[in-house]
C-alpha cells in the first residue's frame, strides 16, 4: 500500500491504513478525525460536525465570524474534527491572549503540521507553535487494529514553564447515540470542573445542570456538563471504553496513569449536537495559564507537568477499535 494524501471533511490531511485499520489526520490543526475498521461496514466513532468546518489557520473573523463566531473558541471550532490535542493548556484564553490571536484549547489546533516521514501505515508529523515557543512532534502507526501514537513536546525557549496537556477525545453521532453507548472508565472519585470546592462523587455520577449516569449517554438534554475524575492510582495504565452494541463496535484508549492521571468527562446534548468528550489529560484545571498555576495538585495529584527550558516531554497511548457481537 502507499499512504494515501487525501481529504477528510472536504479538507486536507493525511490518510495511515493496514488490513485492519484507517486513521486520517488533519493537516490544520493535527486532529485524528477518523479511526475505522477495514472491511466492515463504515462507522468511524470520532465526532464530526454537521456542518462545514475549515483549516483553522484560514480563519477571519471578517469573512468567517457570520458561522463561526468571534468569541475566543471560534477559531478552534472553525477547524475542530474528533480527537484534537489541547496544549500547552486546557480551557479558554485569558482576554489578552485571545487579543493576540490564542483560542481555546492551545495553539497545537491552530497551526498546520508538517510531515516529517511516512510509509503505508505509519507517519511522523511536527507543529511549531510559535507563540508558545514549543514544537510539537506525533509519531503514528496503525498496529492491527489499534492506533498508537507517541507525542513529544519541546521546549525551545530557555525558560522552564508548566503547560496542560489533554488528549480530546470526541466521540459523536450515529456511533454515540442516547440511551444505547455505554462508557467504563478505570477511574475513583471526580468533581465538578468549575467547583473549586471540589466536592467528590464517585464515577459514573456526573453533575452539571442534571446529574445524570455517565456510564450511558444520557436520554435526557443538557448543556456543558464537564466533570473531572482521577485515574485509579492503583493501576499503572489508565483505560477508558465506549461501546455501542446495537452497532456492533467498541472503541478502547489505554495509556499510562503516570502521564495521564485524569479524565475529563464532557457531554453536551441540545437540539444542535450530541457529543461526548473523554478527555484523558495531565490536568483537571480547566482554564487559563493563571488560573493552573494557582493550584499545584488535586487529591495530592499533580495538575500539570514542568518542561525544563530546552528541554522535553513524552506521552503515549494507543487507541484501538474493534467490532463486537450484536444483540440477537
Known amino acids: 500500500m502507499i499512504m494515501a494524501q487525501s481529504s477528510f471533511h472536504n479538507r486536507p490531511c493525511w490518510t495511515i491504513e ?14 485524528i478525525a477518523e479511526l475505522v475498521l477495514q472491511n466492515t461496514p463504515y462507522l468511524n466513532p470520532l465526532w464530526v460536525p454537521d456542518r462545514p468546518t475549515i483549516d483553522s489557520d484560514q480563519y477571519d ?25 489541547c496544549f500547552p493548556y486546557w480551557g479558554d484564553p485569558s482576554k489578552a491572549e485571545h487579543a493576540a490571536g490564542m483560542t481555546y484549547h492551545g495553539e497545537t489546533n491552530i497551526v498546520r503540521w508538517q510531515e516529517i516521514q511516512h510509509s503505508d501505515d505509519s507517519l511522523v508529523v511536527t507543529a511549531l507553535l510559535p507563540n508558545s515557543l514549543l514544537r510539537f512532534t506525533r509519531t503514528l502507526h496503525c498496529v492491527g487494529q489499534s492506533l498508537i501514537c507517541e507525542s513529544v513536546a519541546e521546549n525551545l525557549s530557555g525558560w ?41 462523587f464517585p464515577w459514573p455520577e456526573g453533575q ?18 464537564v466533570n473531572s475524575f482521577l485515574i485509579d492510582p492503583a493501576q499503572e495504565f489508565g483505560r477508558f471504553t465506549a461501546t455501542n452494541r446495537e452497532r456492533g463496535l467498541e472503541v478502547e484508549y489505554v495509556f499510562r496513569r ?20 473523554m478527555e484523558f489529560s ?40 474493534r467490532s463486537i457481537s450484536k444483540p440477537r
Open 18 to 31: 493496514n488490513s485492519d485499520t484507517r486513521v486520517s489526520v488533519m493537516k490544520s490543526g493535527g486532529h
Open 258 to 277: 503516570e502521564e495521564f492521571p485524569w479524565l475529563n468527562v464532557w457531554e453536551n446534548y441540545d437540539n444542535r449536537s450530541l457529543t461526548r468528550g
Open 61 to 85: 473573523p471578517a469573512i468567517h465570524g457570520a458561522t463561526y463566531g468571534e468569541a475566543p473558541e471560534a477559531k478552534l471550532l472553525s477547524g475542530l474534527l474528533g480527537h484534537n490535542l
Open 160 to 200: 522552564d514553564r508548566p503547560v496542560g496537556w489533554c488528549e480530546h477525545v470526541t466521540f459523536g453521532p450515529p456511533f454515540l447515540e442516547p440511551g444505547v453507548t455505554r462508557f467504563k472508565a478505570s477511574v475513583e472519585r471526580g468533581f465538578r470542573t468549575d467547583d473549586d470546592s471540589r466536592a467528590a
Open 208 to 225: 452539571g445542570t442534571i446529574t445524570c449516569d455517565l456510564s450511558t449517554c444520557s436520554r435526557v438534554q443538557h448543556k456543558q456538563l
Open 282 to 321: 495531565n490536568t483537571p484545571i480547566h482554564g487559563t495559564m493563571r488560573r493552573l498555576m494557582q493550584t499545584s495538585k488535586i487529591w495530592g495529584t499533580p495538575v500539570y507537568d514542568w518542561l525544563e527550558a530546552k528541554g522535553t516531554l513524552t506521552k503515549e497511548f494507543k487507541a484501538t477499535v
